[in-house]
């Protein structure tokens, strides 16, 4: 059984009861998506467009990192450790666009 199938089996003994023995009409339901399932769903099944957005926004920032520590480094390396350097950040920027497009 699915979890929203036992959900909606609940919910209609909740208004079963609620009509029958309460005295009281089950509220309407809702059009709209927005419920507790639906949230807690949502966080741990999110859409792979979401973690392709995450995966980005993680890369340019690492990137800009990556980038700000090589200026600031640059001045005590020598050209060898500075070319090294600048030879992994164009292949970390590429690892980026094949990560990219993996998903």
């Not at 809702?30 to 807690?40: G, H, Q």
């Not at 990137?63 to 700000?68: F, K, P, R, S, T």
Request: glycine share 2%; hydrophobic share 50%.
């Amino acid at each position: 059984m699915d979890d929203s199938d036992a959900h909606k089996e609940v919910r209609a003994k909740v208004n079963d009861f609620m009509r029958d023995y309460m005295g009281h009409e089950p509220t309407p339901e809702r059009t709209d998506n927005l419920n507790a399932m639906n949230i807690v769903d949502a966080w741990f099944n999110p859409e792979p467009q979401l973690i392709k957005h995450l995966i980005i926004i993680q890369m340019i920032a690492s990137m800009i990192v990556c980038a700000l520590m090589i200026i600031v480094e640059g001045q005590n390396m020598n050209p060898m450790e500075g070319m090294l350097s600048i030879i992994l950040f164009m292949f970390m920027a590429a690892f980026t666009a094949v990560l990219y497009n993996r998903f």
